[in-house]
């Protein structure tokens, strides 16, 4: 999943897609590197941001969207809110991308589920605006297993095919580095809830305490997490630099087929 932020202050690309000639050109490149779907976002959630307006997020992603659709491509939007999901499904967006697990808007899920669209519900603890404030948990993974379990059963509900449900368990959402690291080397308990499992790790900050890189320098960084996560059982990636990951995922792929091989 190739990320594509039409904002102006997203932690790693905000502003460099603000023009939809621009954004439109990235969105083609990453497909081309092999992206199999584009996930594009127009409001920042990075640790302290604040809410865009509906009007002024769809006015960022409207024309991107459409254009994207229209060239065959599979379309992810990355919104919370329910209207503005509504209007990039109508543009022919076929996945959204709730970072919320449906919790900031309960008609999200609805929405999704009468376009017949998947959904990727993510854990967060708090909002973008808090989260990073002194993150605590008990029992780590059960508290993010449980939590996706009862949103992704409430998508279901809300009429969402279970095949058309991915979890993701939110790095850096409401999370301190060392969680992190923890649900990265635990994936596998995600996986025993029986969807797929996305993470989203590109170029977020916990990398850059371990490399002592900037988000610019976070590359490499980000390229050992994808294939980590796709070791320990993730079956989709959400990254910024999609042709460097496809090739990590090329030779992580090959190492955990081989592991299957009995001899
Ligand atoms: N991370 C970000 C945004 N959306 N969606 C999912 N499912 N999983 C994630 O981990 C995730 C996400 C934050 O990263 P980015 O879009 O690069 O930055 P920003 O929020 O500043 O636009």
């Known amino acids: 999943m190739g990320i594509l932020n039409v904002t102006p202050d997203s932690f790693y690309d905000g502003g460099r897609y603000m023009d939809p000639g621009q954004a439109l050109s990235k969105g083609l490149e990453m ?33 991107i969207v459409g254009c994207l659709a229209q060239k065959g491509l599979a379309v992810s939007v990355d919104t919370y809110k329910a209207d503005v999901a509504r209007l990039a499904l109508e543009a022919g967006a076929a996945m959204v991308n709730d970072i919320s697990g449906g919790t900031m808007d309960p008609e999200l899920p609805t929405v999704a589920a009468s376009f017949g669209a998947a959904l990727v519900v993510m854990h967060i603890r708090g909002t973008p605006r808090t989260m990073q404030v002194d993150p605590r948990y008990d029992d780590l993974m059960g508290e993010i297993c449980g939590f996706l379990a009862g949103r992704a ?40 809830l029986g969807y797929p499992v996305l993470v989203g790790a590109s170029r977020k900050s ?58």
């Open 31 to 63: 497909a081309e590197q092999g992206a199999d779907i584009l996930d594009v976002g127009a409001e920042s959630t990075r640790p302290g941001a604040e809410p865009v307006d509906p009007r002024e997020e769809w006015r960022r992603l409207g024309p």
């Open 206 to 263: 916990f990398i850059g305490l371990l490399t002592g890189e900037p988000p610019e320098g976070r590359l490499a960084g980000s390229i050992a997490v994808a294939a980590a996560a796709a070791l320990h059982g993730a079956e989709l990636v959400r990254v910024h630099d999609v042709r460097e990951t496809r090739a990590a995922l090329a030779v992580a792929d090959a190492l955990r087929r081989s592991r299957a091989v009995k001899r």
């Open 153 to 192: 059963e409430a998508a279901v509900i809300a009429g969402v095919a279970p095949d058309s449900i991915v979890i993701d368990p939110g790095i850096g959402f409401g999370k301190k580095p060392e969680h992190n690291l923890e649900i990265l080397m635990n994936l596998d308990r995600l996986r025993e």
